[in-house]
């Protein structure tokens, strides 16, 4: 799991997900959580203070700017290297998943989702990213 504290930013334009990640981040002990939605407001929120967030969690399918491009622009951004990031979508698609790794997706949650399947992600993210950025877990 990600460090109690760890700040994280929530990305989806269905104010009812919004609401039910954030109930379970909190509850799992994770700090501050803002919410956005859509990669636009993401995106400003993110260039406004670069080292604010530990944690993106965002929902692939959204007017503006979709979970893919705000990847892309965090993963071309190296001022976001220590930023965790999970994409959330309806779809199990092989093309879609090869496209979210390629660029540069630290792992991927399938909708419908439950607060167990949330940490279980979280859980193997936060030790993949601590691998890969050789940070302690």
């Known amino acids: 799991m ?3 504290g760890t700040p994280v930013l929530i990305v989806d334009d269905a104010a009812s997900m919004r609401a039910a990640v954030a109930i379970a981040l ?3 002990g994770l700090g501050e959580v803002i919410e956005a939605s859509n990669g636009e407001q993401a995106w400003k929120l993110l260039a406004g ?3 604010r967030f530990g944690l993106i969690i965002s929902d692939q399918h959204m007017p503006e700017c979709t979970g893919i491009e705000l990847l892309r622009r965090v993963r071309a951004d190296r001022r976001f290297d220590p930023v965790a990031f999970i994409l959330v979508t309806a779809e199990a698609e092989k093309d879609a998943m090869l496209a979210a ?3 540069g997706v ?3 949650l399938v909708k419908p989702f439950t607060q167990d399947d ?3 992600k979280l859980t193997v993210t936060a030790k993949r990213f601590a691998l890969k950025r050789n940070l302690p877990e």
């Open 26 to 28: 909190k509850s799992f």
């Open 118 to 120: 949330l940490r279980d």
């Open 2 to 4: 990600f460090p109690a």
């Open 101 to 103: 790794v390629r660029s």
């Open 49 to 51: 203070d670069p080292s």
């Open 106 to 108: 630290s792992n991927y």
